[in-house]
């Protein structure tokens, strides 16, 4: 199985919540699990459940018995497997089974899952739920587990979705493409085969001044049995937290990376100060730009090393993120922007020299499949001085206040892959370094030099002799000396701009904007830099 990496999730989780049903047919599963009885679906009944929910205070969680779960810590939840015989779907139809996760210390609350059947008789058809119900004995543990002592209300944590059933890819009963663990966090692997970055269903109130951010919970999935020999799969979800409500409908395909198709409906309990859509959390610990001395044996540590845009005017922009001293937020305003992602662009592994293998992290970007309107993309960076936590999050504001009462829709498509899925036909930055100002001969003190690489073949078809101008703006400060330069390795698509910044006064960023051109032709993405004077 790939790893579920070594960051504990953030934040509260799934909730037990009790639906409005109204039969009493009872299934068994031919896998082993346990279905309970038959009930109505349909999307439009989980947009009301949402809908109605919103109407009334949040219901705090039952959790099963706290002591016990404390000690399913890491290493003890890490023991605990569920049984392949067991999995949803593992008969067919379809190519992909379901297993479900174990309750733990990070993740202690039940999740309700339900199977989804059509329902064919003489007049109509529909679409029936039947509860899978949670069952100590569908997993592997050791006997002294601290697992053996949960009783009810004791329920699934999340699930994961496995490899193909058929074919000669990766086994299927050790391999995954997708998991949801944790509040309403999911996660897929990209074409390398790797989980790195973490998507959300909603972000509320992130770093807010006055309310405390909150961790809204995916408490039941609907998962529809997908079609045979489809790539396709179909899975529906409740949210709920102290501020929404949510309907959530993901279509999950596996490509050589994974496509995530997601529509929700959210639905708002009181106002929320910081509403963040389609979010995403990654980890940003150091790369050869910004390492201290000695502070770890490793060139780099990121999942992540980079938040692209391409913007509502056209525009493609590249922001290199930051480990900050604190905390810090940028503010990217558009309309109806065409997409937005936290990318790992560096894919060496001389470059990170760790079995982990951060080079091949996936990439996750955002498209929106409807007008989003106007609004901000917002950067959230964090201060680190460990890889165990995600510190980075990236997420779309929209400028219409989050309201209670209101009402919010959202179409999106995620893309888990390696490269980001829409690159823009100009030259691209490859790397930044920083360094001290000035010459070997004279360094002068506050004054430092920024080297910043390009790659494309707009720089490759450049007329002989001639060089590409740096379009250089500072929001504080002065640009003392600047040049344009192809790098000297033989690469004629690799050109550098080097430049120093100084008259910096105060700790206040400094925004920077860099993009080469030639004549009237624009050559390369906007390069964007979020400076913190030492």
């Known amino acids: ?295 770890d044996w490793r060139p780099q540590v990121h999942d992540s090393d980079g938040l692209a845009l ?10 290199p993120l930051i480990n900050p001293a604190g905390i810090e937020i940028s503010y990217f305003a558009d309309e109806n922007p065409k997409g937005f992602g936290l990318l790992q662009r560096d894919r060496k592994f001389d470059d990170y020299l760790d079995a982990v293998h951060y080079e091949r992290r996936p990439s996750l970007w955002i498209e929106p499949l409807s007008p989003w309107g106007k609004g901000t993309v917002q950067l959230v960076e964090l201060h680190t001085e460990e890889e165990l936590y995600d510190n980075m999050v990236a997420m779309w504001v929209p400028a219409t206040p989050a309201r209670a009462g209101s009402h919010h829709h959202l179409h999106y498509r995620l893309y888990w892959q390696a490269e980001e899925p829409f690159p823009s036909p100009l030259a691209r930055c490859v790397a930044t370094r920083i360094g001290r100002g000035g010459e070997s001969a004279h360094r002068p003190a506050g004054v430092h030099k920024f080297e910043v690489e390009f790659k494309g073949v707009e720089l490759a078809r450049l007329p002989l002799g001639s060089n590409p101008e740096a379009v250089i703006t500072v929001t504080r400060g002065r640009i003392l000396s600047s040049a344009t330069e192809a790098v000297p390795n033989g690469q004629p698509d690799l050109w550098r701009t080097l430049f120093d910044l100084g008259e910096v006064s105060g700790p206040d960023p400094v925004e920077i904007r860099l993009f080469l051109k030639h004549g009237g032709d624009t050559l390369s993405e906007t390069w964007l830099y979020h400076y913190l004077p030492s």
Do not use: C
Request: aromatic share 14%; proline share 6%.
């Open 1 to 295: 199985m790939p790893s579920l990496d070594r960051r504990h999730f953030l934040g509260a989780l799934g909730a037990l919540l009790t639906s409005p049903l109204t039969s009493n047919l009872a299934h068994a599963a031919a896998s082993g699990l346990t279905l309970g009885s038959a009930h109505s679906f349909s999307w439009e009944w989980l947009q009301k459940q949402a809908q109605e929910r919103a109407q009334h205070p949040f219901q705090a969680p039952v959790s099963p018995d706290q002591s016990i779960v404390d000690r399913i810590d890491w290493d003890a939840h890490g023991r605990i497997h569920f049984n392949m015989d067991n999995a949803l779907f593992a008969d067919g139809p379809g190519n992909y089974a379901i297993a479900f996760f174990h309750p733990g210390k990070f993740f202690p609350y039940p999740v309700r899952m339900f199977r989804l059947d059509q329902s064919i008789d003489d007049t109509h058809s529909a679409t029936l739920m039947r509860e899978v119900l949670f069952d100590k004995h569908l997993f592997d543990m050791p006997a002294d587990s601290p697992a053996q002592q949960l009783n009810h209300p004791a329920g699934f944590a999340g699930f994961r979705i496995q490899e193909s059933l058929h074919g000669s890819g990766p086994d299927w009963h050790n391999n995954d493409w997708a998991a949801f663990l944790g509040a309403s966090y999911f996660r897929a692997i990209g074409d390398e085969y790797q989980y790195g970055i973490s998507a959300r269903g909603v972000a509320v109130n992130v770093v807010t001044k006055d309310q405390k951010e909150e961790f809204p919970l995916f408490t039941h999935f609907y998962f529809e049995p997908p079609q045979a020999g489809s790539r396709e799969l179909s899975v529906y979800a409740l949210l709920e937290g102290p501020s929404l409500t949510g309907a959530y409908h993901f279509r999950l395909r596996r490509e050589t990376g994974v496509l995530m198709e997601v529509e929700t409906d959210l639905y708002v309990r009181r106002d929320i100060a910081r509403f963040g859509l389609a979010p995403m959390t990654s980890m940003y610990w150091f790369s050869d730009k910004d390492k201290a001395f000695q502070v």
């Open 310 to 319: 391409w913007t509502g005017a056209n525009e493609h922009i590249w922001r």
